[in-house]
């Protein structure tokens, strides 16, 4: 059991290249999100699925697009690479029930947009 | 809007201290709050999650309380040890209406000295 998986670990993306960030997770999680980092901020959210085929925005979602064709993958995909978007971007998924939520997370994603 | 505080940013105590970690919300109509560790460089590790009608959980060492009225939760370190020195965050979560996504404080940097 992987729990979540993100790749890669590290990137280095020059301004306005585009790139995809992947996610997944061996849980069979209905819920999963994106959130990204920055330092002296809490976690912030980009998008999140509530299951395969339904994605949302969450709070800081410009310049991100995400796709959920599998409950197991959930992509994070950086349009148009901005100096803004440098960030540890982390994937979550969630086993959620009537009384019960928790999240487990992957290990990040760092990202520097020069 | 949901707003979440972590109080103080930092803290460093010598090692075997019993220490206190803060967390506030504002809307007391909380569904779960969580609390997670962050090593540097690192993913985030749940470490309790407390749910709307508890008021506390316990793992090892660390206790977790929470007090809805007030808006409040405390995470207890007991005895403290070196290899406690991280970021501690705490996350709320209001359930359905926000779709079971977490609302985050800024974290507090705990530094435990030999």
């Known amino acids: 059991n992987a729990g979540v998986t993100q790749t890669p670990k590290f990137q280095v993306l020059k301004t306005g290249q585009s790139m995809t960030l992947q996610c997944a997770q061996d849980?069979?999680?209905?819920?999963m999100s994106w959130y990204r980092q920055d330092p002296g901020m809490g976690l912030r959210l980009i998008h999140y699925s509530v299951g395969a085929g339904i994605t949302d925005q969450g709070e800081v979602p410009n310049g991100y697009n995400v796709s959920r064709s599998t409950t197991e993958d959930f992509p994070l995909r950086l349009l148009s690479a901005a100096p803004s978007q440098t960030s540890v971007y982390f994937c979550?998924?969630?086993?959620?029930?009537?009384?019960?939520?928790?999240?487990?997370f992957g290990p990040g994603t760092r990202l520097t947009v020069l | 809007k949901q707003e979440v505080t972590q109080i103080p940013a930092a803290l460093s105590v010598p090692e075997g201290e019993n220490l206190v970690l803060n967390c506030s919300f504002t809307?007391?109509?909380?569904?779960?709050l969580q609390w997670f560790r962050q090593d540097p460089g690192k993913g985030l590790t749940s470490l309790l999650l407390i749910q709307s009608s508890q008021r506390e959980q316990t793992s090892g060492r660390l206790n977790a309380s929470l007090d809805k009225s007030s808006g409040r939760s405390t995470l207890y370190i007991a005895a403290s040890q070196p290899g406690d020195s991280a970021t501690y965050l705490c996350a709320v979560d209001e359930g359905e209406d926000s779709n079971y996504q977490l609302i985050w404080g800024a974290g507090t940097k705990l530094i435990i000295k030999p």
């Open positions: 809307d007391s109509a909380i569904y779960n």
């Open positions: 979550a998924s969630s086993y959620v029930t009537s009384s019960y939520n928790e999240q487990f």
């Open positions: 849980m069979n999680h209905e819920y």
